[in-house]
Structure formats: C-alpha cells, structure tokens
C-alpha cells in the first residue's frame, strides 16, 4: 500500500522555483531540501520534490523535454471551493507562473490550469457538490 506520494520536477533556478511555492502557499519541508532541490508539501502525504537538472537526471539517467514546448505530465490539485481556485490562480499570476487555456465551469467541477517558472503544468480544480 502506497503511504506517501512524491512527484519529482526538474527545475532551471531551485531559488525562484522555492519562491513560486512558496508564494502560491506551499511550504518545503527543509529536512529534504538543498541547494540543489526542494520539498514542497502538498499535504500530508504527497510532496512535489523540484531538483536542479544535474540531481534530476542522476534519477532519469536521461534527457528532460522542455516544458514549455512539451507536456511530460499535468499535476493537478483539488481545491475546496471554486473561490480558493480563483486565490490560487491570482498567487500564481503574482508569483509570475502562467495560466493556460480558460477557466472551465460545467455540472460537476470548476477547473483553471497554470504553469510553474518551468513551464510545468498544473490543474486546479472544484468538484461541485452532487445534488
């Protein structure tokens, strides 16, 4: 049984990559964390570990897409209300991150999705309370 979850990133600047976390509303968990990567905690049991290119390709043993130009994987959040969606999207825009696509609304969830300093791609969602 899985007990905890640790999606791993590659990042240019582990600098700035821990300021956008950060100013989105993650903290890093320092006990894991370096100058050649970091830990930020997503909740309890899942963790975004986002190392230099150097760190990370000594677990990929091969070369990383470039983000921008290449989807690799979309992360994606569920959020407890369409406003902390919103919030969420407003801090990314503050922290220099960058939404793509529009903000999607139907029966059952709200969605908007954004890209990390990285070009990583994330998704941010409500679903909506069944009747």
């Known amino acids: 049984m899985v007990t905890n979850t640790f999606l791993n990133l590659e990042t240019k600047d582990v600098t700035l990559s821990r300021s956008f976390f950060t100013h989105i509303g993650f903290s890093i968990n320092e006990q894991y964390s370096d100058e050649s990567g970091i830990c930020v905690v997503i909740n309890d049991t899942t963790y975004l570990m986002v190392m230099n290119k150097d760190k990370f390709r000594g677990f990929t043993l091969s070369e990383t897409p470039n983000s921008f ?53 994330f998704e941010v969602f409500f679903f909506k309370p069944l009747p």
């Open 69 to 121: 130009n290449q989807t690799e994987i979309i992360i994606s959040f569920q959020l407890n209300s369409k406003a902390a969606v919103d919030t969420l999207l407003d801090k990314v825009k503050a922290a220099k991150g960058g939404e793509f696509g529009q903000a999607t609304e139907n029966d059952f969830m709200y969605y908007r999705s954004f890209r990390d300093l990285d070009g990583h791609r």
